[in-house]
């Protein structure tokens, strides 16, 4: 298996345009989270899918966030419209209940 | 404040010294794992641990949870430059649905040659 697999693993982009932050799971793991990571604030979660059902969003930080996960192999994390202060390491995960976490190599967002 | 504490935050030391990381909480947990995160990448799983007083070592890791399962120790035994990173503990607090972790803040450890 190739782990998890985020794209893009850079992206530059202007305050106000729509950002498009891609996972692939590992196959058979039920559990996905999207976490977001900066100096100041650590690692935060932002969501958390199970058998590809939101299950708690209330990491989200504004209506600006948004996330799905149409099927087991796939999800996204939307920022509609971004701003600078969503610049950050966004990291996706998944694993297979009781076991650890499996993260992606992250996404670093850049909004000028 | 942080559900899990760790200390210290921020670790600088010479190549061949031993250290401790700390990871403490006043809320029990069924398990208690440990990553180490590098440059540019995701976290990576180290070690779970989940009986009170459980103590696991992987080479020169050695890692401890607390009898009462609210807090553990991360000891590593003459580091290596190649131990630099960001440690993060993360807890499963009892009770949580699914398979839902809380980390804690880091200790980011530096190795000098």
């Known amino acids: 298996d190739a782990g998890v697999i985020q794209s893009p693993r850079h992206e530059v982009t202007e305050m106000g345009q729509e950002v498009t932050l891609r996972c692939k799971p590992i196959?058979?793991?039920?559990?996905l989270f999207w976490y977001r990571q900066t100096m100041m604030r650590g690692l935060e979660l932002l969501i958390y899918?199970?058998?590809?059902?939101?299950?708690?969003d209330s990491g989200m930080p504004e209506d600006r966030f948004s996330a799905k996960m149409p099927n087991a192999s796939f999800s996204t994390l939307k920022i509609q419209p971004s701003e600078p202060r969503d610049s950050a390491v966004y990291f996706c995960?998944?694993?297979?209940?009781?076991?650890?976490?499996?993260f992606g190599s992250g996404t670093r967002l850049t909004v000028v | 404040t942080q559900l899990l504490e760790q200390s210290p935050q921020f670790l600088s030391i010479q190549e061949g010294e031993n250290l401790t990381v700390y990871c403490n909480s006043s809320?029990?947990?069924?398990?208690l794992q440990w990553y180490r995160q590098e440059p540019g990448e995701g976290p990576v799983l180290l070690v779970t641990?989940?009986?009170?007083?459980e103590v696991k070592k992987l080479k020169r890791l050695t890692f401890q949870f607390g009898d009462a399962r609210k807090d553990s120790s991360l000891h590593i035994t003459a580091a290596q430059p190649g131990d630099t990173g960001l440690y993060l503990c993360?807890?499963?607090?009892?009770?949580?649905?699914?398979?839902?972790?809380?980390f804690g803040g880091g200790t980011r450890l530096m190795v000098k040659p």
């Open positions: 993360a807890g499963a607090l009892r009770g949580n649905a699914g398979n839902m972790l809380t």
């Open positions: 196959s058979g793991h039920n559990s």
């Open positions: 809320s029990v947990f069924s398990s």
């Open positions: 899918f199970n058998n590809n059902v939101p299950i708690d």
């Open positions: 995960a998944s694993s297979s209940a009781p076991g650890g976490y499996t």
């Open positions: 641990v989940v009986t009170g007083g």
